[in-house]
């Protein structure tokens, strides 16, 4: 599976757009980017994949570029709730489970 | 939907002492895995089972560190005799094996082993 690198630490104002990037450069064409995040003192939580096309859901937006070597997950209006680590894996979709977490990025959502 | 249930939450040992950790993932879901995350690191996977058959477990210090999947539901991960390294939360997770990227996280039970 490929390596993903993500920025330690962000801040955000709360109410504002949180824009994280996450860098996965050999990415291959099977494979998925998946984001979770992790509150304090809680498990992952699953936030959203995507292969090639843009994603949307309830929590958040993945913008994955074209040549897929690097990705994006938007969190369109931060609140203080969604301070938390944020993790991106790059998996095939049949075994993520497996990929390497990495160390994440904490954002801080700040009133 | 009832969740990835883990126990105990917290435990406290001195090492060399021996410590269980118990998992009941998501009904129906047929994958569990069993992480380890030291404090300030990401989840680092220890082992891998789907229904009770192990997938993978290159990472599982096994002669320390076992784990078990009886009648493919429950799992117990266990630990002896414990070092001062093993201090870390033991995260549980289970998914469906057709969408094994979506991975459903229990609370995980921190242990501090003194």
């Known amino acids: 599976d490929a390596k993903t690198t993500q920025p330690p630490s962000m801040d955000c104002a709360e109410g504002r757009a949180a824009n994280l990037p996450c860098n996965h450069s050999?990415?291959?064409?099977?494979?998925?980017v998946y984001w979770y995040r992790q509150i304090h003192s809680q498990g992952p939580q699953y936030i959203i994949h995507?292969?090639?096309n843009n994603e949307t859901n309830e929590m958040a937006s993945l913008i994955i570029t074209e040549d897929r070597k690097s990705s994006t997950l938007i969190l369109p209006h931060a609140t203080l709730r969604d301070t938390a680590v944020y993790y991106c894996?790059?998996?095939?979709?049949?075994?993520?489970?497996?990929?390497?977490f990495g160390d994440g990025t904490t954002l801080t959502v700040k009133p | 939907e009832a969740g990835v249930a883990q126990s105990p939450r917290y435990k406290i040992i001195e090492k060399r002492q021996s410590v269980a950790f118990w998992c009941n993932p998501i009904?129906?879901?047929?994958?569990l895995y069993w992480y380890q995350q030291i404090l300030g690191q990401g989840p680092k996977l220890l082992i891998q089972?789907?229904?009770?058959?192990?997938?993978?477990d290159s990472q599982l210090p096994k002669d320390r560190f076992s784990a078990e999947r009886l009648k493919g539901v429950d799992s117990t991960l266990k630990i002896q005799p414990a070092k001062l390294e093993d201090s870390a939360v033991y995260l549980c997770?289970?998914?469906?094996?057709?969408?094994?990227?979506?991975?459903?996280f229990g609370e995980g039970s921190r242990l501090t082993v003194l």
């Open positions: 009904s129906g879901h047929a994958t």
């Open positions: 995507g292969l090639k």
């Open positions: 997770a289970s998914s469906l094996v057709r969408k094994t990227g979506e991975l459903f």
């Open positions: 894996i790059v998996s095939h979709d049949t075994n993520a489970g497996k990929s390497t």
């Open positions: 089972f789907q229904n009770n058959g192990v997938v993978d």
């Open positions: 050999t990415i291959s064409g099977n494979e998925y």
